[in-house]
């Protein structure tokens, strides 16, 4: 098959990636964007480096980080605050770079590398008091790192500065339907089963990528997982509902230190009951706790223990064994699953890997095996014909990322012996 080569070196210039030719020179490209390092700033040499790194040692079109110019930016609205920032949404004039298909090409290489033109992203800065422009560079980097196309990670696209209170901020593609909580309350919890195995499978395989490269995300909840499609215009076939992983402010490596003398940082139902201990630290297992957790809010529709308080006795509860009461109907399944991953040891928990492995041998040829199939048809049947009562959420529910204190071994007793900690 004749191949095309890059003008400047002769050499055939296109990048294999999931069986899928995309056109890019890996010597002269980086280049053309070394060349132009001086046409752009953000004002701080460490970001401006770190962008330019991602630029030297990129393989694709769509991959590298780029300075936003703000006046580039349109139309910014605030939509959220979280435990670390603010979101906001904006219109990007030029718009995020893609490959589209040469229709007069009769190979598989992916000739035209262009931008969508405008189309709406998200922003995000740190809260003022906590930021700096180490935060800022961690955090993209965490992202950066364990994105990959499409599926199971949010992608960070960019830096810029928000252009009205010039805070540093990073550029994001916007999933049009929010985050997976606000997708419960939104859909009034008439979520289907098959997309609900569907979710699971792209956060399994987002937290595989995270726990790959060696990270842990230390803040798994169904509030940083958004879901929708990106509003990119110009891609296409983009319509098959991602479900991503985002916030990556907490996420560390796995061989970085913790200093948490006084607490960890986290949303109290989703922290796996050894982390109440001051002497046990985040590992890739009390990620799958989370999971665990955002399995069962699939399953109920309503984000976890937002019926009682989120204190000091909901914490001696869950380190005492206590876990959301099953959904009747549940598919065993599905429910076994749920289990391991939110197991009292955290050894017995699966991986990543095994939880896309179970999954997948949910599977046959022709979709569902019979007896799952099963399963889960009788699952929808019951949900449909139940009505939804969420629980009222108490005032004392807190589902945003904050100090949580320690607990010792006599307070978890004391509680399972008796209501003392109030």
Not at 126 to 150: G, M, S
Request: overall charge negative; glycine content about 6%.
């Amino acid at each position: 098959m004749q191949m095309d080569s890059c003008k400047e070196c002769g050499i055939e210039n296109y990048t294999n990636l999931d069986n899928s030719l995309f056109q890019w020179c890996e010597v002269c490209d980086p280049k053309k964007l070394q060349a132009k390092f001086g046409e752009w700033t953000s004002g701080n040499k460490l970001i401006d480096e770190f962008i330019q790194q991602t630029q030297l040692h990129t393989n694709l079109y769509d991959t590298y980080l780029e300075w936003i110019e703000p006046s580039e930016l349109s139309n910014v609205n605030h939509l959220e605050d979280g435990g670390f920032g603010s979101v906001y949404t904006a219109t990007w004039s030029k718009g995020i770079r893609i490959y589209l298909k040469d229709k007069n090409c009769s190979h598989s290489i992916l000739h035209n590398q262009v931008r969508t033109g405008p189309c709406t992203v998200a922003l995000k800065t740190l809260n003022r008091l906590q930021t700096n422009i180490a935060d800022i560079i961690n955090e993209v980097k965490a992202n950066f790192t364990c994105q990959h196309a499409l599926f199971g990670i949010s992608m960070v696209i960019g830096i810029t500065k928000h252009p009205y209170t010039h805070e540093y901020a990073f550029v994001m593609w916007y999933y049009d339907k929010g985050n997976l909580r606000s997708t419960f309350k939104a859909e009034k919890g008439s979520i289907k089963w098959s997309n609900c195995v569907d979710s699971l499978y792209q956060i399994a395989i987002g937290l595989r990528s995270i726990h790959e490269k060696g990270w842990i995300h230390r803040d798994l909840h169904s509030g940083n997982v958004l879901t929708g499609d990106p509003t990119i215009s110009a891609l296409p076939d983009t319509h098959i509902g991602f479900v991503t992983i985002s916030d990556f402010g907490l996420c560390k490596h796995i061989n970085h230190g913790e200093n948490e003398e006084d607490g960890k940082y986290g949303v109290i139902p989703y922290m796996a009951p050894e982390l109440f201990d001051k002497d046990q630290q985040h590992t890739q297992a009390s990620d799958i706790y989370a999971l665990g957790i955002i399995m069962w809010e699939l399953s109920a529709r309503e984000p976890a223990f937002q019926n009682r308080g989120h204190d000091i006795n909901l914490i001696c509860d869950i380190c005492n064994g206590l876990r959301p009461s099953i959904p009747h109907c549940t598919p065993s399944c599905w429910t076994e699953l749920m289990q391991k991953c939110w197991s009292e040891d955290p050894s017995r928990r699966p991986t990543a890997s095994e939880i896309i492995i179970t999954i997948r041998d949910w599977y046959g040829a022709q979709g569902l095996k019979d007896n799952i199939k099963q399963q889960f048809e009788d699952a929808q049947i019951y949900r449909e014909k139940q009505l939804t009562q969420m629980h009222e959420r108490d005032p004392g529910a807190i589902y945003t990322s904050r100090l949580i204190p320690h607990v010792t071994k006599e307070m978890v007793l004391s509680r399972r012996l008796g209501d003392v900690t109030k």
